[in-house]
T-cell receptor
Framework: KAGVTQTPRYLIKTRGQQVTLSCSPI?????VSWYQQTPGQGLQFLFE???????NKGNFPGRFSGRQFSNSRSEMNVSTLELGDSALYLC???????????FGPGTRLTVL | QQQVKQSPQSLIVQKGGISIINCAYE??????FPWYQQFPGKGPALLIA?????SEKKEGRFTISFNKSAKQFSLHIMDSQPGDSATYFC??????????????FGKGTKLSVKP
């Protein structure tokens, strides 16, 4: 089975711009979670989508949003980028009936 | 508020030795405790996980020990190898059975295994 894929792998943006990241979960997985990883804050939960509905949300500002499509693929969007948004954004998928989450390789976002 | 505290931040072990990483949690509602391994430039990979009704779980060279009363759990890597050099994260979540997809992670432990 193919693993979780994320595109693009690297992205450079400037402050004030917006960005959209994409995640394709493992086939059959209906839940997709997004995490932000930074050296200072570590791994922090952004939100989870299950069957196109946001199920859980972390403590991030409204500039961070996401959605899930009927084929379980997910996108996350960050608007009005700030320097502090520079991070590795990780997507994880699971079946939804079990807790085991499998991570993709991440998208490295650099905000200049 | 850091809900999962991990120690040490870094660890150096000789090849063949035992690596031990500890985590403590605060929320007694947590009921799923996984460990992840992350290599540079890669996403975290699930190593092993445990539920609080089990005190120990072993998979190959990796063992989780769980102490519910102390709200602590640890990862033991037996016969540590240079290929084990990576960053290890403990995590916790609630809603075993799938209702909660938000993992709370520890800050990570960078393990170096010297040949």
């Amino acid at each position: 089975k193919a693993g979780v894929t994320q595109t693009p792998r690297y992205l450079i943006k400037t402050r004030g711009q917006q960005v959209t990241l994409s995640c394709s979960p493992i086939s059959g997985h209906r839940s997709v979670s997004w995490y932000q990883q930074t050296p200072g804050q570590g791994l922090q939960f952004l939100f989870e989508y299950f069957s196109e509905t946001q199920r859980n949300k972390g403590n991030f500002p409204g500039r961070f949003s996401g959605r899930q499509f009927s084929n379980s693929r997910s996108e996350m969007n960050v608007s009005t980028l700030e320097l502090g948004d520079s991070a590795l954004y990780l997507c994880a998928s699971r079946t939804g009936a079990h807790n085991e989450q499998f991570f993709g390789p991440g998208t490295r976002l650099t905000v200049l | 508020q850091q809900q999962v505290k991990q120690s040490p931040q870094s660890l150096i072990v000789q090849k063949g030795g035992i690596s031990i990483i500890n985590c403590a949690y605060e929320n007694t509602a947590f009921d799923y405790f996984p460990w992840y391994q992350q290599f540079p430039g890669k996403g975290p990979a699930l190593l092993i996980a445990i539920r609080p009704d089990v005190s120990e779980k072993k998979e190959g060279r990796f063992t989780i020990s769980f102490n519910k009363s102390a709200k602590q759990f640890s990862l033991h890597i037996m016969d540590s190898q240079p290929g084990d050099s990576a960053t290890y994260f403990c995590a916790a979540s609630k809603g075993y059975g799938g209702s909660q997809g938000n993992l709370i992670f520890g800050k990570g432990t960078k393990l170096s295994v010297k040949p």
